[in-house]
């Protein structure tokens, strides 16, 4: 059974930052991707950044310039160090994978449970 388990949230000033990390557990031949989402109340899932595995990142645009992912390869880790965070990063923050359970088969999308940011203005 593959799991993602998410920590890291909490409640931050204005202008603080977090770092978010989600490991990958279970049985499994390999990950292709690992990234971050959040959600919003109201809001439809935003996507904030990805990392493949051959190291290529690519970021959402209204992150891009704050964020930054990164991930342990050893760990089957995927960190999101999140700076100069405002009142509208409050969201629940979802670490996605796409893993593979045997080699030469597709990948599956994996999601964890989610942690919650707020930044107080």
């Known amino acids: 059974q593959v799991r993602l388990v998410e920590s890291g949230g909490g409640l931050v000033q204005a202008g603080g930052s977090l770092r978010l990390s989600c490991a990958a557990s279970?049985?499994?031949?390999?990950?292709?991707?690992m990234g971050w989402y959040r959600q919003a109340p109201g809001n439809p899932r935003e996507f904030l950044a990805m990392?493949?595995?051959?190291?290529?990142?690519n970021y959402g645009e209204s992150v891009k310039e704050r964020f930054t992912i990164s991930r342990d390869y050893a760990k089957d880790t995927v960190y999101l160090q999140m700076n100069r965070l405002q009142p509208e990063d409050t969201a629940v923050y979802f670490c996605?994978?796409?893993?593979?359970?045997?080699?030469?088969?597709?990948?599956?999308?994996?999601w964890g449970q989610g942690t919650q940011v707020t930044v107080s203005s």
């Open positions: 990392m493949v595995s051959g190291g290529a990142s």
């Open positions: 996605y994978a796409d893993i593979r359970a045997r080699r030469g088969r597709p990948g599956s999308d994996f």
């Open positions: 279970g049985s499994f031949a390999s990950i292709s991707a």
